[in-house]
């Protein structure tokens, strides 16, 4: 782990930033912490998948809102290569599922729509 260098030594919002790692890091560090985040990082994909039943099911798509699925698309892709720097498979993998479910979403759209 990385040690903190002086609190002079940074910036405003780094001085923010490690003195609440600094607060919270006996939570933060706890292996049943850890265990938590990587499970509860699925309810992305899974709060997503009634939106890809429905764009399958429903007898019109008109209200829904592509251009957001584009943006909730771009943010999932630049988390899955943050997953793959960090080295994360629970980042990694669920916004991987959740980007191919908003590609879904996208295309499902466009060709009812």
Do not use: H
Request: aromatic fraction near 16%; hydrophobic fraction near 65%.
């Amino acid at each position: 782990m990385e040690k903190i260098r002086s609190f002079k030594d940074l910036g405003r919002i780094e001085r923010i930033m490690a003195w609440l790692y600094l607060t919270f890091k006996p939570l933060v560090e706890a292996k049943w912490f850890v265990v938590l985040m990587s499970l509860i990082i699925f309810a992305n994909p899974i709060a997503i998948s009634p939106q890809v039943v429905i764009v399958f099911t429903a007898e019109s798509v008109a209200g829904i809102a592509v251009f957001m699925w584009y943006i909730f698309a771009a943010i999932q892709l630049a988390f899955v290569f943050y997953g793959i720097k960090v080295k994360s498979a629970s980042v990694f993998f669920s916004m991987l599922i959740s980007f191919l479910e908003s590609i879904t979403i996208i295309v499902v759209v466009c060709i009812r729509g």
